[in-house]
RNA sequence: GGUCGAGUGGUGGAACUGGCAGACACGCGGGACUCAAAAUCCCGUGCUAGCAAUAGCAUGAGGGUUCAACUCCCUCCUCGACCACCA
């Protein structure tokens, strides 16, 4: 009698084995097996636990895993806690508890719903980056980067959320508003720790041509850093002794340029102040004064209308030699260029604009591709492309492209301007200033200054308090910590306070893959012998929300550490795939207040895990959203009840199985294993179903039984285990090799072919595989459907390609 | 505005390097079992015409290449994601 399918009953058994002797995971420096390291994204232990996103997307990776074991790899397949950050940090003063054990509860929870999905993570190799002995060496990265100067400290305007009470890196501000949390950001002077960046922005770029990341990934990291070419060129001002260096990307349309324009905040407003004349010069300060007060987001709003003050003044262009009126503007932003732009109306939108508002001349001086030179007279008329050069003096005739070029050399030749490369990419403002987060392991002496703790003396651990709340003033909350505060400069001896800003959250994730390697090295972050051996990391999955500043600055980290020896690879990745999301009935991103928000503990007390995963995989492909649908998990359900009903029965009538059936079933074997490795699982369940309703009456031999639980594993691990078992077998189905496919058994020896006459299908001939062109035309020609089409007709074309079809053109 | 991607039945989606479009599932219709319902099982299901065999039309729109196009090329439309007063 064979059994019912019960998931209660047997999936927690399988995994109480499977994890408490682990003999699936990763061996250290195997050398006769081939190593490949999956990532998966860190999880962030949130108090409500699992998302129904985690579920899909760490049981995907888990299938690949385990079909890449049977294969015979040596995986990586690590997890560990992401647990920094300002969600654990305000629900704990919300409770009044320490943080520290919040995310003990919240990662044990986490283990726990990870565990009962039957994922074969390498659970001794965990990683916490909230654990002292992790973040020890997170402090040490840092130690090295100040010793090398790529961490300094700069009393510089960042972006603060008034609400979380910290200042956020520019990634971090979207819209003007703080990603987290949705507030404006305001503009707040502080003293801030700063990493350079920048300095490897080259290397971020070139460098993406040593892995294969998807293409979107690779534009956007490209984007992000934004490398340009940059001409700054030096006005005189008319009238003074004063120079303005101006910059542009399109001095290919100086002649074109009728104006200049100065961001308000830029300082040469205040030197060029008495310069003005009387009646611009409270008019210009006016503007600055409005300037300050607008929020950031009033100021990127682009539909808002142009405005600016005339300061007077007018620069000399030193390539035209024309007059041009200088404005400062809120439009031009200090950051950009010199943070001073000349303003060319018949080739730039913005400054289109701005000209009528102030009526400034358009002068036209490139030819759109199909050869109008008409003046331009509203802004759907303003050409940004590239064409011919004309109006332009020496630069007529050129190509936008050449023109640039000889502007180039021109005002190096003159001396009066320079060809640069910019980066959009800014240096990445390091400090927050929070309670949650590394402690920075810096001392402020009043004699020797900034000084670096000792490599001895990390890590700096975060003291255990209660009162932590983050204050206006801008200051972190551990400054009110007095006995932590205080300290002695390690250089000299004396009075000293220690640096009371903490670490942001992308710290701890910026290395974490490497820890992964060696997690319980207490010497180094991890042994090179060790990084050498599993890095570079083979896959790593995860979601779009990480492909710029998560990829972005962990790719920056390691390649520090590439360049002081601690790794021997300059890229950590070397794919970078994204999933799609899993969203609500409805549609929508799932959200407690929706009320649309599927809890993965439910389904997999309902229906079991294997069944979630299987469901899970089924609903669409890896990279794309899909849409909850009960319906269909009914529809998974109901398939691996009969699957589990169908191997039993299978295996108790087994005998001589027909040539077909081994046919099937090594097609089986080849596109689960092809939909599994090319991340196509909804093909690999479908398959399943597919093999099921057509051979599931057929006899089996118990070696083609043995086959079907074993391919069962990656998908539905729990229930092959099961199988396995009641199949009277001792060992673990994971221990069993992938079957070998047999590839003559993929094609059939009589094969049907289609016919086609002029591209249509008329009818199917049966052929022997392999058979000659000669034969197959026989055979088709001898079909009486065929050839009453062909009737009275002339073949033009008989065109047959080998086993797979007939066309017949006439 | 920029970058990347996507448009296939009533729905989610298949289709390997151009070779039978719609696998698989949901939904829907019909039937079996049942006093009845649920569950389960069987049959049908792109659209149009036809009792039917069958024929015609179909992968966002239009053109092209080819014996053959969801797939390759050109033009356009729509939608999505991310970025953006970046000069």
């Known amino acids: 009698m064979s059994k019912q399918y019960n998931p209660k009953d047997f999936e927690s058994k399988w995994q109480e084995k499977w994890f408490s002797n682990m003999r699936y995971k990763a061996q250290d420096l195997l050398k006769d097996k081939e190593k490949f390291y999956q990532l998966v994204e860190f999880p962030y232990p949130s108090g409500p636990g699992m998302h129904i996103g985690h579920t899909r997307n760490y049981s995907m990776a888990d299938a690949v895993v385990r079909l890449r074991r049977m294969k015979g790899q040596n995986v990586l397949f690590p997890i560990g806690w992401d647990a920094f950050g300002l969600p654990t940090e305000n629900y704990a003063l919300k409770v009044k508890r320490p943080p520290q054990e919040i995310t003990k509860e919240n990662i044990d929870n986490f283990r726990k719903q990870l565990k009962s999905l039957g994922l074969t993570f390498d659970w001794d190799r965990e990683v916490n980056t909230t654990d002292p002995d992790y973040y020890k060496w997170t402090q040490w990265i840092f130690l090295k980067l100040y010793e090398h100067g790529l961490a300094y400290m700069a009393d510089m305007p960042i972006n603060w959320c008034p609400k979380c009470k910290t200042g956020c890196a520019n990634e971090e501000v979207i819209d003007g508003k703080h990603e987290r949390c949705g507030t404006p950001v305001e503009q707040k002077k502080l003293k801030q720790w700063v990493l350079k960046i920048t300095e490897y922005a080259d290397r971020l770029i070139d460098d993406l041509d040593k892995v294969e990341y998807l293409d979107s990934v690779k534009a956007l990291q490209r984007n992000w850093i934004g490398r340009k070419t940059w001409y700054d060129i030096d006005y005189q001002i008319e009238g003074t002794d004063e120079t303005v260096r101006?910059?542009?990307?399109?001095?290919?349309?100086?002649?074109?340029?009728?104006?200049?324009?100065?961001?308000?905040?830029?300082?040469?407003?205040?030197?060029?102040?008495?310069?003005?004349?009387?009646?611009?010069?409270?008019?210009?300060?006016?503007?600055?004064?409005?300037?300050?007060?607008?929020?950031?987001?009033?100021?990127?709003?682009?539909?808002?209308?142009?405005?600016?003050?005339?300061?007077?003044?007018?620069?000399?262009?030193?390539?035209?030699?024309?007059?041009?009126?200088?404005?400062?503007?809120?439009?031009?932003?200090?950051?950009?260029?010199?943070?001073?732009?000349?303003?060319?109306?018949?080739?730039?939108?913005?400054?289109?604009?701005?000209?009528?508002?102030?009526?400034?001349?358009?002068?036209?001086?490139?030819?759109?591709?199909?050869?109008?030179?008409?003046?331009?007279?509203?802004?759907?008329?303003?050409?940004?492309?590239?064409?011919?050069?004309?109006?332009?003096?020496?630069?007529?005739?050129?190509?936008?492209?050449?023109?640039?070029?000889?502007?180039?050399?021109?005002?190096?030749?003159?001396?009066?301007?320079?060809?640069?490369?910019?980066?959009?990419?800014?240096?990445?403002?390091?400090?927050?200033?929070?309670?949650?987060?590394?402690?920075?392991?810096?001392?402020?002496?009043?004699?020797?200054?900034?000084?670096?703790?000792?490599?001895?003396?990390?890590?700096?651990?975060?003291?255990?308090?209660?009162?932590?709340?983050?204050?206006?003033?801008?200051?972190?909350?551990?400054?009110?910590?007095?006995?932590?505060?205080?300290?002695?400069?390690?250089?000299?001896?004396?009075?000293?306070?220690?640096?009371?800003?903490?670490?942001?959250?992308?710290?701890g994730s910026s290395w974490y893959f490497l820890r992964y390697c060696d997690p319980d090295n207490d010497k180094e972050l991890a042994s090179k012998e060790l990084t050498d051996y599993w890095m570079r990391v083979d896959h790593y999955e995860g979601g779009s929300e990480h492909i710029t500043l998560h990829l972005l600055y962990s790719r920056f980290w390691h390649k520090f550490l590439y360049d002081i020896g601690v790794v021997s690879d300059p890229e950590p990745y070397q794919k970078r795939t994204i999933h799609g999301n899993v969203l609500g009935e409805d549609g929508r991103k799932m959200s407690k207040s929706l009320g649309n928000v599927i809890n993965p503990d439910k389904l997999i007390n309902e229906y079991g895990a294997d069944v979630t995963r299987a469901y899970l995989m089924f609903m669409g492909p890896y990279e794309g959203d899909v849409l909850w649908n009960t319906r269909t998990i009914q529809g998974v359900d109901k398939f691996v009840k009969r699957w589990f009903a169908f191997i039993q029965q299978a295996w108790v009538s087994a005998g001589e199985s027909e040539k077909d059936t081994e046919v099937a079933v090594n097609k089986l074997v080849d596109r689960i294993e092809r939909g599994i490795l090319d991340w196509k699982f909804n093909t690999a369940v479908a398959a399943f179903m597919g093999f099921y309703n057509n051979y599931n009456d057929r006899k089996f031999s118990k070696d083609q039984i043995e086959r079907l639980i074993t391919i069962s594993t990656p998908i539905m691990p729990h229930l092959s285990e099961e199988l396995w078992a009641i199949t009277g077998h001792k060992n673990s189905v994971m221990e069993n090799e992938w079957p070998e496919i047999d590839e003559s058994m993929l094609v059939e020896d009589i094969l049907e072919i289609p016919v086609q006459i002029n591209g249509r299908v008329r009818g199917r001939v049966e052929i022997e595989k392999g058979a000659t062109e000669k034969k197959v035309k026989e055979k088709v020609l001898e079909d009486d459907k065929i050839s009453a089409f062909i009737k009275g007709k002339n073949i033009k074309r008989f065109i047959y390609i080998e086993d797979k079809i007939v066309n017949i053109v006439l």
């Open 246 to 507: 101006v910059s542009t990307t399109r001095p290919d349309t100086q002649f074109g340029a009728t104006f200049v324009v100065v961001a308000p905040e830029h300082e040469i407003l205040k030197r060029l102040m008495d310069k003005m004349p009387e009646e611009n010069r409270e008019e210009v300060r006016e503007y600055i004064e409005q300037a300050k007060k607008r929020s950031e987001i009033e100021r990127l709003d682009e539909t808002r209308e142009k405005t600016g003050a005339f300061t007077g003044l007018y620069a000399i262009n030193s390539i035209t030699s024309s007059r041009m009126p200088i404005y400062a503007t809120d439009f031009v932003l200090t950051t950009v260029g010199t943070g001073m732009v000349v303003g060319v109306p018949a080739h730039d939108r913005r400054d289109f604009e701005f000209a009528q508002k102030f009526d400034l001349p358009v002068i036209r001086v490139i030819e759109s591709k199909n050869g109008d030179r008409f003046d331009i007279t509203s802004v759907d008329e303003v050409y940004e492309d590239e064409g011919e050069v004309y109006n332009s003096d020496f630069m007529n005739g050129l190509s936008t492209q050449g023109a640039r070029v000889k502007v180039g050399e021109y005002i190096e030749e003159e001396g009066i301007g320079e060809v640069v490369t910019r980066y959009h990419l800014q240096d990445w403002i390091f400090s927050r200033q929070r309670y949650w987060g590394e402690p920075i392991p810096i001392v402020h002496c009043e004699k020797c200054g900034v000084v670096p703790l000792p490599e001895e003396e990390l890590p700096l651990e975060l003291p255990v308090v209660t009162e932590y709340e983050p204050s206006d003033d801008g200051r972190s909350p551990l400054a009110n910590i007095d006995e932590w505060v205080n300290t002695t400069c390690p250089k000299c001896g004396g009075p000293a306070e220690r640096e009371t800003n903490t670490m942001p959250n992308w710290a």
